[in-house]
DNA sequence: TATATTTACTACGACAGACAAAGTATGACA
DNA sequence: TGTCATACTTTGTCTGTCGTAGTAAATATA
């Protein structure tokens, strides 16, 4: 079956992760499972690639940790909220990609079937 | 104005090329105008980019390179010719793209306007 | 005729994002 | 008691992109 190839998802990891946090903050397994769920099994998103995307982000200014305690148990779990700025990279991300999209599929054959 | 970043592009450089190679043989040069023009200006590949991409994608079996003399000047080209791998791989990508295309959008806002 | 621009590449090195592997630590469940 | 799910961190590797630079012939322009 196709798999949804790292190299083309690349760049908008950060932007599946702040649409979701635009909703409301959440930490790393959540999202994870959001993003699988969202996708319907489609694209799973990898542990490091999450976490890192995380503190590439914070580090931009587009999201913000903080430490929170999950309800019931106390344990420990960093939350991220997205900032101003974040929003509006986010925005950028949609608008690259109506433009990316209108690109690329300049060069798709919807129904490509080997003949030429 | 929003500008198509190299890291969404990623990972499909290889299919346009492919794409044009469908139609007949073509070099470097040639193949980057066509992308410039089929895009409306609105992408343009690298030079190393595209380079890069003709030697990776001959190892893997997707083109065969030769040379030619250009009409008039008896000037040497390296041209490059699809093969039955790289169609392949080129219906794969076609099919992958699909996929890709559903995923991305389930966490794209077309109209956001910042607002949540 | 001199010079700039276009054509047609090659080589080298750096960088960023994805990710494999491995480890840590807690709570739930059977 | 042990396995599984949760919730991460650290380290290091790989790949595709691309900046910089250089070569060289053909064509356009002054």
Redesign the interface.
Known sequence: M???????????ND??IL??L??EPSYGYEISKQIKS??ES??NIKETTLYSAFSRMEKNGYVESFSQEAEGTGKKRTYYRITEAG??Y?????????????????????N???N?
């Open positions: 196709t798999e949804i190839s790292s190299d083309v998802i690349r760049g908008y932007t599946m649409y979701l635009l909703k969202l996708s489609k694209y929003m509006n986010y925005k950028e991300k949609c608008e690259e990609w109506i433009l990316t999209k209108e690109v690329v599929e300049r060069f798709i054959e919807e490509y079937n080997g030429y």
